[in-house]
């Protein structure tokens, strides 16, 4: 057995073989790194003022995606394939929130867990779901492309590709609820 730690969210995997994405927060295989690799202060940055301002509206769009997929994770008994999926959604959307508190060394949102009222429609909440991923997608594109910071820009770039997998997830949703 082996053990990788993330580059983006520094979580640990044990396993014989890195996963094709983190379990954690979704970074994609390259970002797990053998455990020996992983520096301790990776997330020790100086940031740029338009890095920081960045971050905090990271901070706000986590945080407001991950209540509204706990939002969505509360429906079980309207479909529950797909409440399971949206409830780890969230979960990696609080795992980006994490890390991007982490990057400005600030406290998580407390409320970050309650979920948001959502519709009981799938697929209005799906629809909902594809344009946050979009809009954020599209916000950590143009970030990754300002930042200064190496670090800042491994970050972004990987959650923008996080955010873009999200958008095939929802796809995959529209099948399951048949919108």
Not at 126 to 141: D, G, H, K, L, P
Request: hydrophobic content about 35%; charged content about 30%; overall charge negative.
């Amino acid at each position: 057995m082996n053990i990788y730690r993330c580059r983006i969210c520094g979580e640990t995997y044990l396993g014989n073989e890195a996963p094709s994405q983190c379990p954690y927060c979704g970074a994609h295989r390259e970002l797990l790194v053998d455990t020996i690799d992983y520096p301790e202060d990776i997330n020790e940055v100086h940031l740029t003022e338009i890095e920081r301002d960045d971050i905090m509206k990271s901070i706000d769009l986590e945080h407001s995606n991950a209540r509204f997929y706990f939002g969505m994770g509360t429906h079980k008994a309207d479909n529950p394939k797909l409440a399971s999926a949206y409830k780890r959604l969230a979960k990696i959307e609080l795992e980006h929130a994490e890390l991007f508190c982490k990057l400005a060394g600030v406290p998580l949102p407390s409320d970050i867990q309650d979920p948001a009222d959502v519709t009981a429609d799938w697929c209005s909440n799906i629809e909902e779901s594809i344009n946050r991923e979009q809009q954020a997608s599209r916000f950590y594109a143009k970030v990754s492309s300002r930042a200064t910071n190496e670090r800042i820009k491994e970050v972004f770039a990987a959650v923008r590709d996080i955010e873009d997998d999200h958008i095939n997830l929802d796809g995959v949703a529209q099948g399951i609820a048949d919108c």
